[in-house]
């Protein structure tokens, strides 16, 4: 259990059909434990079997079983419910957190007063820095996001790294607009005076809406990078890849709506068509022999 006098953190696990990637994730948390309180696996469209594995494997977590996928931002606010310690480390099934990260986040949020949220260094799994703190999206973000054309060929390009400013921290803390949900660590008064997660994001973008609204009532976000996990991603939205997109696109264009304010909010219908373009671009990509893709997104 976690260690006296220190803060401890219930961890929200929110998990659709991804057991391998939660039983890794799980396996890499136990060395965390000392400074973890409760541990909580949101179970959507629970397969009772493979779920009983895992409790069975990993006696100390908590496994809400639930019957339907009502979405990530849902999921996170039911474990939140449940638990009762001063912070809430969010975590995707498919992250292996690296020895120390827990503490070492917890300890850095803890000696920062005005910061709600930090998130931790994310790296891919194959050991390449994830753009995971970033800029709050503006219309730069559909061609240098974290998940661009331009971001991926050319990462090194200057728009990219304005928008993903963890790609030019080093190894210093700084403060960003928003950190991923993949692995972020909120404090619990935060959490609960903007009243949580915005339950109508189903899928992607519910991270980015719930840094924009601590920022919006005075909090600061921060970028930690002595904590390190590694973000295998995607795994809970592979079944379903053309669904994953729509809903990633769907998600963006309900974040600019809720948030433009001014001559920005009067651009909402040249957003959602260049949404639009964009990710039925993308759905026609994916849809191509793999080989022609491969030589597509080479630009050849």
Known sequence: MQEPSKPAADVIIVNY???PELTRCLASLEPERGRLDRIFVVDHECDLGKAAGVVQRFPWVQLVERSTNEGFATGVNVGARLGTARSLLILNPDCVVVAGACARLMDFLWSRPDTAAAGPRILNSDGTLQGSA???PNLTTAIAGRSSWLTRVFPGN???RWNLPALDAGTDPINVDWVSGACMLVRRDAFEQIGGMDERFFLYWEDA???RRL???GWRIAYYPDATVVHVGGRSSIHAEAA???AFHRSAYALFRKH???VSALLHPLVYVALQVRVRAMLAMR???TKKRARSEDGA
């Open 17 to 19: 059909r991804s057991y």
């Open 260 to 262: 433009a304010r001014g």
């Open 134 to 136: 970033r800029r709050f």
């Open 215 to 217: 920022d919006q009532a």
């Open 158 to 160: 200057q728009l990219s």
């Open 287 to 289: 849809a191509l022999p």
């Open 244 to 246: 994953s997109l729509l």
């Open 209 to 211: 809406d719930l840094c």
